[in-house]
């Protein structure tokens, strides 16, 4: 896990309690100040230094020196007319942009996030690798989009997904931060049981994370049933063959008993065959799994197109037929920018 590109300094957001009580103290101040600095920017999602109008002004103003907010700036947002989808371009100081979206079922409010600004994985389906990797976000910069979400529309946030542009495991460190961050329980207290990590495989990042005691959901972006195939839409699995990605996953399995979700982007003519969905049982005979089948968003630049709707229930019920436990990602805000990174990619075409 090459992470050349780093991460700004950092930020307000990302300090850990322990961090912002020993900053606070260097200013000069008791360490009780640190207890309402983090309430505000954490469990109130604070975004400005003017906000936190109980802390001393020299306080704020040495601060601010030292540790700016991340709260980004809403460039662009888009609300779905079907069923209220709500997705985001956040551009933050530097200039840098990221997408996150909002989607609304009747259990709550789930936040997709991105992890890093552009991503070097080069999945064909996904927009957000058109323009390769820029930088990794900070852990304050991953919360910041979170709070910003939870601004707009004034409700608490029940789940969180590390889906959106980047690889969260090509940026393990800061993705473990936020992660305790979110967590805290002086915080947004989210429920570890209530965040997802999705990666492509890497397989050193799945194992660390199985070291870790952070029982998160994991979800492996799958894609293909075999190497062959994976190998032509992901230029990742030229560097992890699937037995490699599959036992980091049963590992990460044994260390924390949570079913293992597979991403499998249905693609016309690619991966959506009975003979695939067949292999595909092969492949996953044995794990505690969820196989969620995704129609592709289509991807102007790359050719890709979804297939039918009845080529996606034969898909389906071939995987059930095996035993393999299967949903279907229900189509949220199809009629915005659909693809990870599109709106992003339009945003940074129009200048």
């Known amino acids: 896990m090459d992470n050349t590109e780093g991460v700004k300094e950092r930020d ?11 900053a606070v103290v260097k200013c000069g101040e008791k360490p009780y100040r640190a207890a309402q600095i983090f309430s505000h920017v954490h469990a109130h999602a604070a975004a400005s230094y003017e906000e936190l109008n109980n802390l001393p002004k020299s306080l704020r103003t040495s601060l601010s020196e030292l540790y700016p907010f991340a709260a980004p700036k809403t460039e662009a947002l888009q609300v ?32 997709c996030i991105s992890s890093q600004v552009g991503c070097r994985m080069g999945c064909l389906f996904c927009a957000s690798t058109l323009n390769g990797l820029v930088r990794n976000l900070t852990a304050g910069e991953m919360l910041a989009q979170i709070y910003a979400v939870i601004r707009d529309g004034g409700e608490r946030i029940s789940n969180v997904v590390v889906m959106g542009c980047g690889e ?5 460190d800061e ?27 890497v397989v050193p990042g799945i194992r660390k994370l199985a070291a870790e005691d952070l029982p998160v959901n994991l979800a ?51 991966n959506d065959s009975e003979e695939c969905a067949d292999e595909l049982a092969r492949l996953l005979n044995g794990y505690n799994a969820l196989v969620n089948l995704i129609p592709v968003n289509p991807v102007t630049e790359r050719g890709l197109k979804e297939p039918s709707r009845e080529q996606v229930i034969r898909f389906q019920k071939k995987l059930e037929k095996h035993g393999i436990h299967v949903t279907i990602r229900r189509e949220m805000g199809r009629d915005i920018d659909g693809a990870c990174g599109q709106l992003r990619q339009r945003s940074e075409l129009n200048g």
């Not at 307000?12 to 020993?22: C, I, R, W, Y």
């Not at 989808?85 to 100081?93: C, E, I």
């Not at 805290?184 to 997802?196: E, F, K, P, V, Y």
């Open 80 to 111: 779905s007319r079907l069923d209220g989808t709500r997705k985001y371009l956040f551009r933050f100081a530097d200039g840098a942009s990221v997408e996150s979206v909002r989607m609304s079922y009747h259990h709550g409010h789930t936040v």
């Open 168 to 172: 969260p495991m090509d940026n393990y």
């Open 220 to 270: 492996l972006s799958l894609h293909a049933p075999n190497d062959e195939i994976r190998k032509t839409i992901m230029p990742s699995a030229r560097k992890w063959a699937l037995h490699e990605i599959l036992a980091a996953m049963r590992e990460y399995y044994e260390s924390n008993r949570r079913r293992l979700t597979f991403e499998y982007s249905l693609i016309k003519g690619v």
């Open 175 to 201: 993705l473990v931060r936020f992660i305790r961050l979110l967590t805290d329980m002086r915080g947004q207290a989210l429920s570890i049981r209530s965040i997802t990590v999705s990666t492509c495989g």
């Open 12 to 22: 307000l957001e990302s300090l850990t309690f322990e961090e912002l009580t020993e």
